[in-house]
Structures are given as structure tokens and as C-alpha cells.
T-cell receptor, first 113, second 111 residues
Framework: EAGVVQSPRYKIIEKKQPVAFWCNPI?????LYWYRQNLGQGPELLIR????????DSQLPKDRFSAERLKGVDSTLKIQPAELGDSAVYLC???????????FGPGTRLTVL | TQLLEQSPQFLSIQEGENLTVYCNSS?????LQWYRQEPGEGPVLLVT?????EVKKLKRLTFQFGDARKDSSLHITAAQPGDTGLYLC???????????FGQGTILTVHP
């Protein structure tokens, strides 16, 4: 069974540019999570989806970050415009339901110059 | 906000040594998980503990959940170079299904 797929794996952009990350969760997993992991830190939840509904986006900086999960499967996370402090690894995870084991993708490493 | 503090932040040891990583909070968690993360990969779940005082063993790894469900420890016996990685604890608290991660412990085991 394929795991969580993320693309791109690496992205380097200049500040003020837009960037988008894509996530394909494990087939059949209803819950999808986006995390940000700064260097030397643990992941921090940005947004959690239950099917296509965002049930927890309290940590998402809504002035520049947006996310969507059309049809309750794939998801995209967008930053516009990017700032230097956005440099981090963006992880996507999925689980069958909330409170089930979360399976993480390999992440997208974003560098903002 | 529920916080988890891990210690130590860095650990560099020789193959064959034992080690313990600690995860502490002032908050009560309904469950606590330990993950291992390798460079360029996402975290992988090692174990989940849910009962105060619970002890789980996974080969050379022993996990313990504190009686009050506010702290946990991970003990590795006879560490091997393959144990090298970032170890993360994560707790589920009052928000259903939401994980709060500690800042992680970077373990390096030298041959």
C-alpha cells in the first residue's frame, strides 16, 4: 500500500513569491493534517481536515496561508507571499479517522531566500 | 496550550551504551506517542501509551507513561548506530485527535 505522497520534495523561492505544496493521503483515510516543522523542533499542526471540511485551522496564519481539500482526497497548501520565516519542512499526514494513528509523508523542505 | 518538553535535546553516545529520553508536561494527556524521524523523512510511530503507569517494550526500547499521565520516558538498551535519529514524543490532550509534539531529541550513536 502506498504511503502519503508529497510534492515537491524541495522548493527554493525568493521572499514575496507564492508557493504551493501538494499531498495525496493514504487511500481511504478521511482525516488529513498539515504540519510545519522548523529546524530542530517538533511538528506543529497548521490545519486538520475531516473529509473536505477543515475542522481545526486555528494555527494557520490566514493572512498568507491557505489550504484546500477538494473532494476530500488530495490537498494543497499555499503560501502567498512567502516570508523568510516560512522556511521549514511542511509535513502532510493522514489517518483513517481522527484519533487514529497518523501516517506522515516525507515532507517538503521550503527555503525562502 | 499544552506543552511537552523533551530532554535532553541532543545525545551523542557510543554503540552499546544505554540511554533515556524524557518527555514532561504540566498537563494531563489522554495518550502519549513516541515517534522516530530520520533525515528527509516524516515521523514514524513507535508506540502509543494510554494508561498511567503503563510500560511497553519494543525489542531494546522501553516506554513508560507516568502514573499521572503528564510525563513519559523512552529507554534504549545497548544502543546501535541504526538507532540514530530524531525521537519525538507527542500527546493527545483535550482536543480530540490533535497531537502536541515535543521539540525532539537528536540521538547519534557512534560505532
Amino acid at each position: 500500500e502506498a504511503g502519503v505522497v508529497q510534492s515537491p520534495r524541495y522548493k527554493i523561492i525568493e521572499k514575496k513569491q507564492p508557493v504551493a505544496f501538494w499531498c495525496n493521503p493514504i487511500s481511504g483515510h478521511n482525516t488529513l493534517y498539515w504540519y510545519r516543522q522548523n529546524l530542530g523542533q517538533g511538528p506543529e499542526l497548521l490545519i486538520r481536515y475531516e473529509n473536505e471540511e477543515a475542522v481545526d485551522d486555528s494555527q494557520l496564519p490566514k493572512d498568507r496561508f491557505s489550504a484546500e481539500r477538494l473532494k476530500g482526497v488530495d490537498s494543497t497548501l499555499k503560501i502567498q507571499p512567502a516570508e523568510l520565516g516560512d522556511s521549514a519542512v511542511y509535513l502532510c499526514a493522514s489517518s483513517l479517522e481522527m484519533d487514529n494513528e497518523q501516517f506522515f509523508g516525507p515532507g517538503t523542505r521550503l527555503t525562502v531566500l | 496550550t499544552q506543552l511537552l518538553e523533551q530532554s535532553p535535546q541532543f545525545l551523542s553516545i557510543q554503540e552499546g551504551e544505554n540511554l533515556t529520553v524524557y518527555c514532561n508536561s504540566s498537563s494531563v494527556f489522554s495518550s502519549l506517542q513516541w515517534y522516530r524521524q530520520e533525515p528527509g523523512e516524516g515521523p514514524v510511530l513507535l508506540v502509543t501509551v494510554v494508561t498511567g503507569g503503563e510500560v511497553k517494550k519494543l525489542k531494546r526500547l522501553t516506554f513508560q507513561f507516568g502514573d499521572a499521565r503528564k510525563d513519559s520516558s523512552l529507554h534504549i538498551t545497548a544502543a546501535q548506530p541504526g538507532d540514530t535519529g530524531l525521537y519525538l514524543c507527542a500527546g493527545t490532550g483535550t482536543s480530540y485527535g490533535k497531537l502536541t509534539f515535543g521539540q525532539g531529541t537528536i540521538l547519534t550513536v557512534h560505532p
